[in-house]
C-alpha cells in the first residue's frame, strides 16, 4: 500500500490570529465597531520575497513586517524614553521605565502625548515630549542599519532620505491618541512617500496601536482629490496645510471610527459587495507596518489589560532627490511648528 501523503503544514506566522476572534476596537470617542467590521492585518515575515511583499503592498496598502528591527534595540529606546519622562509621574510607582506600565491613579488627560492640540498644558511636559526627539539613542535608531537597508531594498531606492520631522507618541491607557486620517493630508506639498509606523514596544490590538480601514486606499485618493478641488482659490500656503478650511479643526477625519466608517460606506459603497473592516494586529518590538499617503488609519483607543504604555514612531521616507515637502525638513517636531 503506498505510504500516506501529508500536506505541507502551514507556516506559523499564518495561523497567528487566525482561530482567534477580531479583536474589540474602538477610537477616541464614539462606541466600539461592529465585530463584523473588524480584522487582522496580514502578517508578513522578512524571509519572504521582495516580490511578494511589493505585490501585497500594492494590493492591501500597507506591509506588516514581523521582527524586521532586534527586539532590544527597540526595547532600549523604550527604556530611554520613559526614564526621560518619569519626572511628570507617568510610570506606576515599582514599575521599570522598560515596561512602561502608566500610573492609573494619574489624569490621562494629563498625560496625553500624541502632539497637535492634543498636548498637555504642562510646559514642563511639553518640553520632555519635545526633547526625546532629539535623544541620541532616538535619532540614532532613526538610521537603524537593519529599517533603512531594507527601506532602500523594497522600494528599490538607491538612497532613502527620511524627513526630520518624526513624530515620537506615546498613548497612556484611556487617554486620548491620534484620531482617523490619511498622511498626506499633512504633507501635501511633494510627491507622494512611504510611512514607516514603528511599535516601541510590545503592543496588543487593544493597546493603542494603529488600526487601518481596509482597501481604503482609493477613498483617500478620491477624498483629496475632492479636498484639493473646494481649495482652488486657496493661497499655496493655504492650500497645502493640514488644517485649511476644507479639514477639521485638528486637520483628521474624524475622532469617532464608527461614525467614519458609516459615513464612508455610505458615501462610497462597499467593496467588491463586502463592507469594509477595520485591521489591526499584536504588534510587537521588532515590527514595523508601511503604509501609502492615503491609507486611512487611525490610533486604537488603549485598553491594554496590562496598563502598557503605546509607544511608537511615525516615520516618512522618500527617495533621495525627489521632490519633499521641505516644511518636513526644517527641524524635529515642535508643538508650535503648525504642522
Known amino acids: 500500500m503506498a505510504a500516506a501523503t501529508q500536506s505541507a503544514p502551514v507556516p506559523a506566522h499564518e495561523l497567528i490570529n487566525e482561530a482567534n476572534q477580531p479583536p474589540m476596537l474602538r477610537s477616541n470617542y464614539g462606541d466600539y465597531l461592529d465585530q463584523s467590521s473588524v480584522g487582522w492585518l496580514k502578517e508578513t515575515l522578512t524571509t519572504a520575497s521582495l516580490g511578494e511583499m511589493r505585490q501585497r503592498f500594492d494590493q492591501d496598502g500597507y506591509l ?13 529606546v523604550r527604556q530611554k524614553y520613559f526614564e526621560h519622562l518619569a519626572p511628570t509621574g507617568i510610570l506606576r510607582p515599582g514599575t521599570v521605565a522598560r515596561d512602561g506600565i502608566f500610573d492609573t491613579s494619574q489624569d490621562p488627560i494629563v498625560h496625553n502625548g500624541v502632539g497637535g492640540s492634543d498636548l498637555p498644558e504642562d510646559i514642563e511636559r511639553q518640553r520632555l515630549l519635545e526633547s526625546a526627539h532629539t535623544m541620541p539613542i532616538y535619532l540614532a535608531f532613526l538610521e537603524h542599519p537593519d529599517f533603512r537597508a531594507f527601506v532602500r531594498s523594497f522600494m528599490g531606492w538607491q538612497k532613502d532620505i527620511i524627513l526630520k520631522r518624526t513624530l515620537l507618541r506615546h498613548n497612556v491607557p484611556n487617554g486620548l491618541s491620534t484620531g482617523c486620517h490619511y498622511d498626506r493630508i499633512f504633507l501635501r506639498a511633494g510627491e507622494d512617500f512611504l510611512t514607516a509606523w514603528v511599535p516601541i514596544g510590545d503592543c496588543t490590538a487593544e493597546g493603542g496601536g494603529l ?36 479639514m477639521a479643526r485638528d486637520g483628521q477625519l474624524s475622532h469617532n471610527a464608527v461614525e467614519l466608517d458609516a459615513d464612508i460606506n455610505m458615501r462610497y459603497g462597499s467593496t467588491g459587495g463586502t463592507k469594509r473592516r477595520w ?57 508650535d511648528d503648525g504642522l
Open 279 to 335: 485591521l489591526a494586529g499584536n504588534y510587537e518590538a521588532g515590527d514595523v507596518v508601511f503604509h501609502n499617503p492615503y491609507m486611512i488609519h487611525g490610533a486604537v483607543k488603549n485598553e491594554d489589560a496590562l496598563g502598557r504604555i503605546r509607544l511608537g514612531t511615525d516615520l516618512r521616507l522618500y527617495e533621495e532627490g525627489g521632490a519633499i515637502d521641505e516644511r518636513w525638513m526644517q527641524d524635529v517636531w515642535r508643538p
Open 64 to 76: 506588516f513586517i514581523k521582527g524586521l528591527i532586534p527586539r532590544d534595540d527597540v526595547l532600549d
Open 211 to 246: 488600526m487601518y480601514m481596509e482597501d481604503s486606499t482609493d477613498i483617500g485618493k478620491a477624498m483629496e482629490a475632492d479636498f484639493m478641488k473646494r481649495a482652488e482659490h486657496f493661497t499655496p500656503e493655504e492650500r497645502i496645510s493640514g488644517f485649511n478650511h476644507n
